[in-house]
């Protein structure tokens, strides 16, 4: 038996709102805030029990991590806001040029951040359907302890990073064949590391960008990077780990208390994030990973000796999965060549890491964000925040980082909430008073 008739069933609506954000990474937060603050009615859902997404789920607090200088530019807005906030209610620690995120006491920054905007939260409830009348979604089916229930919206922000209500609702999508996919990874944090012996190692390999043995120019040579693959090497060496084993860890953060809070070190190609089979899988083997590393850490990096496991990610760190045909598709032409668009809705540093590439934006360079790659084709009021939006294989390493998911997402919080006030669809809406908004709200768009 390959499929089973399910009864048609009535459900109750749960709730009817403005905008309907789906996700609460980097790009479905910063949308409910900024819609939120422009005044219309707000609702925010989460299938976990916190808010942030990649940062609290998956461990990782570097949002700008690539802010190496001074030169580097910053889209300003809520991405921005998200490190300020952290650091005035002590969720962070200043390093080099960016603030590192206390990946768990974000759980409550973003509570705060949520409760003041005045967004309506929903936790522990999973989108599972689109509600579509026509070409236009009109709300969502969700799941959670409560049941089936219908949530109705005027306008549905769908920030699940798979696309998941763009699949729902019928809107054109690709996925590329998971064996090029970039890998996925469970991060984790260790506790009982004697930390200056730790950085004096560190201090004294001067690594750099260039050594992640990715392309990259001749100023990531002179750019300082925490990558460390020795201990893996040798472990590998001498049979301790499997040999096909993807680990070298890049780490960001540490305390006082003898703990480096967060190592991503595993990094597993293969795997469809859209695939239950394969995230059962990526969850389970990721887990294993992690106690490799930790035992070639203890074996083979000093400081590491009497290191044991703090903490690990309580979800699968995601980089690829669905990417949306958009109004316009980003190309790798427009990230390094600066490129400019009328319908600009924010800006972020030429910056790509991923795909064998990484070119760092240590040089003052940056592009337009369009609105258009933010707008599914073929259904209407339907926007999408995160690292879904349109764009080639190359710009997916540059749209899919926190920062720029903030871009994005803000830019679809505020035209949604714009198109709503006008009683325009979202593909209709009126981008100068959708820039002038963002503005305001303390967005570069130029």
């Not at 069933?9 to 009817?16: D, E, G, L, Q």
């Not at 522990?124 to 689109?130: G, I, Q």
């Not at 995601?318 to 958009?326: F, L, N, P, Q, Y």
């Not at 505020?414 to 009126?430: I, L």
Request: hydrophobic share 40%.
């Amino acid at each position: 038996m390959k499929t089973v008739e399910v009864p048609a069933k009535t459900i109750p609506v749960m709730a009817k709102t403005d905008v309907l954000v789906i996700g609460s990474g980097p790009g479905g937060l910063s949308a409910a805030i900024a819609c939120a603050r422009e005044g219309v009615d707000t609702m925010l859902v989460e299938r976990y029990g916190c808010f942030g997404g990649n940062i609290t789920q998956s461990m990782v607090g570097t949002l700008a991590w690539y802010r190496s200088n001074d030169r580097v530019v910053d889209a300003g807005g809520i991405g921005c806001e998200f490190e300020q906030m952290s650091k005035r209610m002590g969720a962070s620690l200043s390093i080099f040029l960016y603030e590192v995120i206390d990946t768990d006491m974000f759980k409550y920054v973003a509570d705060t951040m949520v409760t003041k905007a005045g967004i309506l939260p929903v936790l522990h409830c999973a989108t599972v359907d689109a509600i579509m009348e026509g070409n236009r979604i009109k709300g969502v089916v969700t799941e959670s302890k409560s049941g089936r229930q219908a949530i109705l919206a005027k306008r549905v922000i769908d920030a699940t990073g798979d696309a998941d209500i763009v699949n729902f609702a019928g809107a054109p999508y690709r996925i590329d064949p998971k064996d090029t996919l970039e890998p996925v990874t469970v991060n984790f944090g260790c506790s009982g590391v004697n930390i200056q012996t730790f950085l004096d190692y560190i201090l004294t390999r001067k690594t750099s960008i260039a050594d992640w043995g990715q392309k990259s120019g001749e100023k990531e040579a002179e750019e300082f990077s925490t990558y460390l693959v020795a201990p893996f090497l040798k472990a590998k060496e001498k049979g301790e780990i499997p040999k096909d084993a993807h680990l070298a860890s890049y780490w960001n953060d540490f305390t006082d208390a003898g703990e480096v809070r967060s190592l991503n070190a595993v990094h597993m190609p293969g795997y469809d994030c859209t695939d239950v089979w394969d995230l059962t899988k990526a969850e389970i083997e990721g887990r294993k990973h992690v106690m490799w590393a930790i035992q070639a850490l203890k074996k083979y990096t000093p400081g590491f000796e009497k290191a044991r496991l703090r903490t690990m990610g309580a979800s699968l760190g995601t980089r690829e999965s669905r990417k949306i045909m958009g109004g316009y598709n980003l190309t790798e032409q427009d990230v390094l060549n600066q490129a400019r668009f009328k319908d600009s809705i924010g800006i972020n540093p030429e910056f790509l890491d991923g795909n064998n590439v990484a070119i760092m934006p240590s040089t003052g360079r940056y592009f337009h964000v369009p609105y258009g790659i933010i707008l599914p084709q073929k259904v209407e009021n339907l926007l999408v925040a995160g690292r879904c939006v349109a764009g080639d294989k190359a710009t997916h390493a540059a749209i899919r980082q926190m920062m720029c998911c903030t871009v994005t997402g803000q830019g679809a919080g505020v035209a949604a909430a714009v198109s709503v006030k006008d009683k325009v669809t979202c593909r209709q809406v009126n981008m100068s008073r959708v820039q002038k908004a963002l503005k305001k709200q303390g967005v570069r768009i130029e």
